[in-house]
């Protein structure tokens, strides 16, 4: 009896397919949960950096004592000062809705529903533009080229992100590679199907490699049976 093909078992999400929490802070890097009409200001007190993200983190020591942890922005240094809230300064690495951001305005870390602490524009290096304001709601454009439409009261922070060109870097040994993907859950190296036994891959067996069978298959397939 053959074995069921990785990519099922993988979708499964077993534990040894999952991101591990080693070297991780056990914390989201979202925003404090700060009311709209609230105004607070923040201290950066460290830089640091959480395995299996590229771009930093800044944490972040607030009036009342409470710490949070945000995506870090390109010049950002520790004992600068942020402001969260409407009447924030139009400066880098403050956090204000996006109704009160001018047009041609860099942001990151936007919020896609509001109060969510920010879920797109999070890779290392990436920004997008304020666009417009109208009656439907603030377009934003993202770093894809796309544009869309967000919530004026979703919030946003000013600048771009640090850590960019992370990605640019070459690994050198594969077994750099390896704990980079192995940071991140996924599978490093790939071996490919011909090469496997034949109890492993649809693909595998013979006395040569080949797929031995038609390779084209319906778009609508589920992994596994492509």
């Given at each position: 009896m053959?074995?069921r093909?990785?990519?099922?078992?993988?979708?499964r999400?077993?534990?040894?397919?999952?991101?591990?929490?080693?070297?991780?802070?056990g914390?989201?890097?979202?925003?404090?949960?700060?009311?709209?009409?609230?105004q607070?200001?923040?201290?950066?007190?460290?830089?640091v950096?959480e395995?299996?993200?590229?771009?930093?983190?800044?944490?972040?020591?607030?009036?009342?004592?409470?710490?949070s942890?945000?995506p870090?922005?390109?010049?950002?240094?520790?004992?600068?000062?942020?402001?969260?809230?409407?009447?924030?300064?139009?400066?880098?690495?403050?956090?204000?809705?996006?109704?009160?951001?001018?047009?041609?305005?860099i942001?990151?870390?936007?919020?896609?529903?509001?109060?969510?602490?920010?879920?797109?524009?999070?890779?290392?290096?990436?920004?997008?533009?304020?666009f417009?304001?109208?009656?439907?709601?603030?377009?934003v454009?993202?770093?894809?080229?796309k544009?869309?439409?967000?919530n004026?009261?979703n919030?946003?922070?000013?600048?771009?992100?640090?850590?960019g060109?992370?990605?640019?870097?070459?690994?050198?040994?594969a077994?750099?590679?390896?704990?980079?993907?192995?940071?991140?859950?996924?599978?490093?190296?790939?071996?490919?199907?011909?090469?496997?036994?034949?109890?492993?891959?649809?693909?595998?067996?013979g006395?040569?490699?080949h797929?031995?069978?038609?390779?084209?298959?319906?778009?609508?397939?589920?992994?596994?049976a492509?």
């Open positions: 053959g074995k093909p990785l990519v099922r078992r993988r979708g999400g077993g534990f040894q397919f999952r991101s591990t929490s080693t070297g991780k802070l914390s989201k890097a979202n925003y404090p949960r700060f009311s709209l009409a609230e607070h200001e923040g201290e950066i007190i460290d830089l950096h395995r299996g993200r590229e771009a930093p983190l800044a944490k972040i020591r607030f009036e009342d004592g409470s710490v942890y945000v870090a922005i390109l010049g950002a240094k520790v004992g600068q000062t942020l402001q969260f809230g409407l009447k924030s300064e139009i400066q880098q690495g403050n956090v204000i809705s996006v109704q009160n951001i001018p047009d041609g305005t942001v990151c870390n936007i919020e896609k529903h509001f109060g969510d602490g920010g879920a797109i524009v999070k890779s290392a290096g990436t920004n997008a533009t304020v417009s304001h109208g009656d439907e709601g603030v377009t454009k993202l770093p894809s080229g544009f869309t439409t967000l004026p009261k919030r946003a922070m000013i600048g771009t992100l640090a850590g060109g992370a990605s640019e870097r070459h690994f050198m040994s077994g750099n590679k390896w704990r980079s993907f192995k940071a991140k859950g996924k599978k490093y190296p790939i071996v490919r199907g011909v090469a496997q036994a034949a109890y492993v891959h649809p693909h595998g067996g006395r040569h490699q797929v031995g069978q038609s390779s084209t298959v319906s778009r609508d397939a589920p992994p596994g492509k």
